[in-house]
């Protein structure tokens, strides 16, 4: 005897029966997102930077000459004898200390000298004697006294050059044609031994460094190769060449970079020291 089957029965039946065709349509399908080994094959390879288009790696724009400028001396600034932007010539003053000390050893060094010369010329005559036509004449001390004399001018002129070059000391003057940069201290303030007080360049020439030139690729750069120089603060490009290499590596973010420097061929009126550029080494 055939039972009738309940509503309830019948439906649950019909979801069982509609779920395994979907379950085995979905594992005959395989995944959307499958690719062939074929298409895997011959998928594109995008090529290194070194491989193709040269390359590439970031650097800034430098001073062919500048220099970090600091003082023997310690003491408080007196005179700042120049502004930031001053273009100077070599030997010129830019900075000095207060030195009334210094200042006072000098002048007392001229002194010494002054009086050791005058005492020398009178050795040389001192004798006041009557010659045979009944005048009076005047001969040079013993020659003992005059070496003597003359040895205390001599002493007398070190020490005043002594005393006038830790003058100079005091003093921070160009050691070149350059423009001022910085200057670390003003009129009043303490100035360490050693510590940075003034920044000069020479901002008439520029040069490129990089910044992070891998070690695996500085083996493909020599000395004189062409390169390409981006500036992006002025969205221009120059033409270049390689002018040094370092022979030491340097830490860069965990990476061991080289530096190397680039000349330009022709100088912008924008380029600025610090700007950012990018340097594109021709492939060979």
């Not at 895997?40 to 790696?57: C, D």
């Not at 001073?63 to 120049?82: D, I, K, M, Y």
């Not at 992006?232 to 965990?254: C, D, K, M, W």
Request: net charge negative; aromatic share 4%; glycine share 6%.
């Amino acid at each position: 005897m055939i039972r009738p089957l309940s509503a309830g029965s019948c439906t649950a039946r019909i979801l069982l029966a509609a779920a395994s065709v979907l379950v085995l349509g979905a594992c005959r399908a395989g995944p959307a997102s499958a690719t062939s080994p074929l298409e895997t094959m011959n998928a594109p390879v995008l090529p290194r930077q070194s491989q193709e288009s040269g390359i590439s790696v970031d650097a800034v724009v430098v001073p062919v000459r500048h220099s970090e400028l600091s003082l023997p001396l310690a003491g408080n600034v007196g005179t700042t004898h120049v502004e930031v932007g001053t273009t100077v010539e070599a030997g010129q003053a830019i900075l000095s200390l207060r030195t009334p000390e210094l200042e006072s050893a000098v002048a007392a060094a001229e002194a010494t000298l002054r009086a050791a010369r005058v005492d020398a010329e009178l050795q040389r005559y001192s004798n006041r004697v009557l010659n045979a036509a009944g005048k009076f004449i005047y001969q040079s001390g013993p020659p003992e006294l005059r070496r003597v004399t003359e040895a205390r001018v001599a002493q007398a002129e070190a020490e005043l050059a002594i005393a006038e070059g830790r003058l100079a000391q005091a003093t921070i003057a160009a050691p070149y044609p350059a423009t001022v940069v910085t200057i670390w201290a003003s009129p009043g303030e303490w100035l360490s031994v050693s510590s940075p007080a003034v920044t000069v360049a020479d901002l008439t020439a520029f040069r490129i460094e990089t910044t992070d030139l891998s070690e695996l690729d500085i083996s493909a750069i020599q000395i004189g190769a062409p390169v390409s120089i981006y500036v992006q603060a002025l969205s221009e490009t120059f033409a270049g060449h390689v002018v040094s290499i370092s022979p030491l590596a340097e830490r860069n973010g965990g990476e061991t970079v080289f530096r190397v420097t680039v000349a330009p061929e022709a100088i912008s009126a924008g380029l600025r020291w610090g700007m950012s550029a990018t340097i594109t080494f021709p492939s060979q």
